[in-house]
């Protein structure tokens, strides 16, 4: 095809990609699973997009299967150094004295990038392959929401952003030194590049409203699109014992077949909501004094979530071996985790669209979420939905599916039916439509 759109894909958040941590969250898949299929429409000439510190990674790039077809950039934007530095010192009274030594290390460092790069601007704006490309470029697409200033003063090249989530707006508690002024949230590096001639996709109508509530005067509601996503990989169930003893060998976790356990995969932020649905979870088994069941739990920062764990249950103790850390899960893991938990909760307090939920229906396991944000979105009437923060609720559901196993059956069927209703080709199909158009 002769008339491909020439994009420019914003690819800082693919770097994840080479970093096994939890960094590889859904903005990354998201931006991941996108490009394969811009990839696959044969309508883009795609040149990735980098930060000037991704050349430590170069040698990866050029080997990774995906990234190595594409041509690539890497930007000397400084000017992005300068607020990373703004926000480091609006938070500096957030930090604890133990991390003094450390903040003080970073500030140092990010000030000796922020000089390096202030000399490379020079030749990042001469630098010719990079202005002939500004010149023929049709749309910059980010899913990060970062746009670089040569790019978002250029009226020329169609600008599209993948919104996720306001949770930093929502929950401004969590997020300590963002304060809101006239509905902008100061301070919040991604923010400022939302403006009424740029184009959006939400990953769920409730994002959408989100940002038409708090943003109506800088979003268009014309240029923004609902645009579903789907999950991280392809998610299949898989009830293979011997595989799954395998796995929790690498994990240095003795498992009984004959036991059973709850999953849940997420970060240890706050807004999660995992030290509740851990209380929870440990009432049950006292109040059914039940001996087979084990709590899993795929995330890191384990040593302070179990900190904030034992300053809430007394007897914490006295039920240590059955929650158990798992920490980072390597993706070839996930699926037969899914797939073999007695089900799967995902009790937050606010998500974006909430992938998770999604991967634990496609892996044929029953899921309990929250009846907030997006979730209902997604699961439909295939998952039980609860008040996130009802702890009859919870502990009731955990009955209803620990006891009735028609129950499960059922919603692991609902779910795989539901869980087809999504996947990348649909959402990558609105998205060119509307960048085609």
């Known amino acids: 095809m002769n008339n491909k759109i020439n994009l420019l894909f914003d690819a800082t958040i693919l770097i994840s990609n080479f970093k096994k941590d939890n960094h590889r969250s859904g903005v990354f898949f998201t931006a991941f699973n996108i490009l394969k299929e811009f990839d696959k429409t044969q309508k883009f000439n795609i040149t990735l997009y980098f930060h000037c510190y991704h050349k430590k990674y170069l040698s990866l790039i050029k080997k990774d299967k995906l990234y190595s077809k594409f041509k690539y950039i890497f930007y000397y934007d400084y000017s992005v150094y300068e607020q990373y530095l703004n926000n480091i010192s609006v938070h500096s009274k957030y930090i604890k004295s133990k991390d003094i030594f450390i903040f003080k290390k970073t500030i140092r460092f990010l000030r000796i990038l922020l000089n390096y790069y202030r000399i ?181 920062h384990w040593e302070y979530f179990i900190s904030k764990l034992e300053e809430q249950i007394e007897n914490l103790n006295k039920y240590s071996s059955k929650v158990v850390k798992l920490g980072y899960i390597d993706d070839e893991d996930i699926n037969i985790l899914y797939s073999n938990s007695l089900f799967f909760t995902y009790l937050s307090q606010y998500e974006g669209f909430g992938m998770p939920v999604l991967e634990a229906m496609q892996a044929g396991t029953p899921v309990i979420t929250s ?67």
């Open 120 to 300: 490379s601007k020079y030749k990042y704006y001469k630098n010719r392959y990079f202005i002939n490309l500004l010149n023929s470029l049709n749309i910059y697409f980010t899913s990060d929401c970062f746009i670089p200033d040569k790019i978002k003063n250029n009226d020329k090249i169609k600008k599209y952003i993948f919104l996720h989530d306001i949770t930093p707006i929502i929950y401004s508690d969590y997020f300590p030194g963002f304060f809101k002024t006239n509905n902008i949230l100061n301070e919040y590096i991604e923010l400022k590049n939302l403006k009424k001639n740029n184009y959006y996709f939400c990953n769920s109508n409730n994002t959408k409203k989100d940002y038409l509530k708090y943003y109506n005067t800088v979003i268009d509601e014309n240029n923004i699109f609902v645009t579903y996503i789907s999950s991280a990989q392809i998610f299949i169930p898989n009830y293979n014992k011997e595989k799954l003893l395998n796995v929790f060998n690498n994990y240095n976790v003795e498992y009984d077949t004959n036991k059973k356990y709850i999953f849940s995969l997420c970060t240890l932020e706050p807004r999660k909501n995992l030290l509740f649905t851990i209380k929870c979870f440990i009432k049950f088994i006292e109040k059914h004094k039940l001996q087979d069941i084990y709590f899993y739990l795929g995330g890191g």
């Open 371 to 437: 009846n907030n944000s997006s979730l209902p979105e997604v699961v439909g009437d295939s998952a039980i939905t609860i008040d996130y923060n009802n702890e009859e609720q919870c502990i009731k559901v955990f009955e209803d599916l620990y006891f009735n196993e028609n129950l499960r059956k059922e919603y692991i069927h609902k779910g795989l039916e539901r869980a087809k209703l999504f996947s990348w080709e649909k959402t990558v199909k609105i998205m060119t439509d509307v960048m085609v158009k």
